[in-house]
């Protein structure tokens, strides 16, 4: 099991930013992928971005390219999201998602989730 507790959303207006925290405890050392994934009221939950544990490698949504930045630190187990300039569009509930190696395939955890509401 993984537990995964993520903070720092709230309010912030247009133009703004936010840095997003998770933190995972328990299994974590079979994590290979750590993940960002918003959802707003009425649309399905998407992928924002992800970063890959041991290479680094990172993956965003076209909307927020260029704005946002995922970064990891392995050794306390968090993954974090820098969002700048952000706008009424990014206003959703962001979740903290991870994926671990497991046979025969792999098991995903995911955070409570935390709101980000952007507003003039």
């Known amino acids: 099991q993984v537990h995964l507790v993520e903070s720092g959303g709230g309010s912030v207006q247009p133009g703004g930013s936010l840095r997003l925290s998770c933190a995972a405890s328990?299994?974590?050392?079979?994590?290979?992928?750590m993940a960002w994934y918003r959802q707003a009221p009425g649309n399905e939950r998407e992928l924002v971005a992800s970063?890959?544990?041991?290479?680094?490698?990172?993956r965003y949504a076209d909307s927020v390219k260029g704005r946002f930045t995922i970064s990891k630190d392995n050794a306390r187990g968090m993954v974090f999201l820098q969002m700048n300039n952000v706008t009424p569009e990014d206003t959703a509930v962001y979740y903290c998602?991870?994926?671990?190696?497991?046979?025969?395939?792999?098991?995903?955890?995911w955070g409570q989730g935390t709101q980000v509401t952007v507003s003039p």
């Open positions: 998602n991870v994926k671990v190696a497991a046979i025969p395939t792999e098991d995903v955890y």
């Open positions: 328990g299994r974590t050392l079979g994590i290979y992928v």
């Open positions: 970063i890959v544990t041991r290479s680094g490698g990172v």
